[in-house]
């Protein structure tokens, strides 16, 4: 019989999915690596276990423990899947702009869930950052996962989803694309591509809002960039350590108004139902048009599943409040 032991064995080996419609205007080949099919719907099963197990074997994880993360959703749904079958207990705090239903799907999965308020600097007593450590130092047997710190985030990248891309186009990768929020996706699988060929280019989608690209391009961290912005899972009002700035070659911006319509264009043109950085990510591939010619192979990560999206960018009502239809 050919069985998994439990849900943590379907982690990882997603497929490559060629983009058809969408991407015609382009000379090259453009493929996906489609990261729903993870048994939580997204990227973030693959750290959440690997963060799990790194804090396990050096003891900052005891059995019976209780997890407390910061996330906006899909770590969490990774990291509740691997403490239900490994024994733990999850808190999870959530700033109140993400979707109603990434929030009904974690307590779903048996967390425990914080919501703090958006527009508050990160320094903020009321901050998700700040009340996630506050719960970390207060809950007696827990452990604070701080996926934008944890170098166990991107090492899982490095591992399993960097290798995959690797094999899975036979080497013949020139261009990697991926939306970056902890960065851990971009620097994991950014640093085991490059290993492999130093000529494979790096480029990481941010958006109108977050610090990243500008950071990048001029090495200051410029608190003017930073505004509230729609756009969820990418973009942020800090320099996680998971950033490698020195493995990405570039950072395109994608609007809000931009990623809310691709992510619709992925499901009515390539019958791609996806999550909202997909669509962030997908149209930041249409604007790096002039970087690519006709023979290269450019891969770019779809992070997470439409199921979560059906109450903003897949419901027309709230598109047209937001003025991103007629
Ligand atoms: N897209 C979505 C939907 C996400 O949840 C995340 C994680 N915040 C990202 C993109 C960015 O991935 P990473 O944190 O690895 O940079």
Redesign the pocket.
């Known amino acids: 019989m050919d069985y998994a032991k439990n849900i943590l064995e379907t982690i990882g080996n997603t497929p490559l999915v060629k983009l058809n419609k969408l991407t015609e205007e382009l000379p090259c080949l453009v493929l996906s690596k489609y990261e729903t099919f993870n048994p939580g719907n ?3 099963d693959r ?1 959440a276990l690997k963060m799990i197990e790194d804090a396990e074997a050096d003891g900052r994880l005891k059995p019976g423990g209780t997890i407390i993360e910061g ?5 969490g749904m990774g990291l509740a899947l691997a403490a239900i079958v490994k024994g733990y207990k999850c808190i999870f705090v959530i700033s109140d702009k993400q979707s109603k239903e990434k929030m009904d799907i974690l307590r779903a999965v048996g967390a425990e869930v914080v919501v703090c308020p958006t527009d508050v600097e990160p320094t903020d007593p009321r901050s998700y950052y700040s009340v996630s450590k506050r719960l970390g130092e207060e809950t007696p047997n827990s452990w604070y996962v701080n ?1 934008y710190d944890n170098p166990s ?2 090492k899982a ?1 490095y591992e399993s989803t960097g290798p995959e891309i690797w094999k899975q186009t036979d080497g013949k990768i020139t261009h990697f694309v ?11 699988v950014g640093k085991y591509l490059k290993e492999q060929n130093p000529n494979i280019k790096v480029w990481g989608i941010d958006t109108y809002g977050s610090v990243f690209k500008k950071y990048h391009e001029t090495g200051v961290f410029d608190e003017n960039e930073i505004y509230p912005y729609v756009t ?3 973009g942020e009002d800090i320099l ?1 350590e ?2 490698d700035f020195s493995i990405i070659d570039g950072f395109t911006k994608v609007t809000d108004k931009d990623a809310a319509v691709y992510t619709q264009l992925l499901a009515k043109e390539e019958g791609m139902f996806l ?4 669509g ?2 997908i149209k930041g591939v249409l604007q790096l048009k002039e970087h690519f010619t006709k023979d290269d192979v450019v891969v770019v990560l779809f ?2 599943h439409g199921s ?1 999206y059906v109450g903003k960018m897949f419901n027309n009502d709230w598109m047209r409040e937001m003025g991103y239809i007629d």
Not at 71 to 75: R, V
Not at 178 to 188: E, K, L
Request: net charge neutral; proline share 3%; aromatic share 0%.
């Open positions: 997204s990227v973030k750290m996330t906006s959703g899909n770590t996926q985030n991107a990248h991926v939306g970056v929020g902890t960065g851990g996706t971009i620097s994991g969820e899972g990418i996680p998971n950033v999550g909202n950085s997909a962030a990510a992070h997470d979560r």
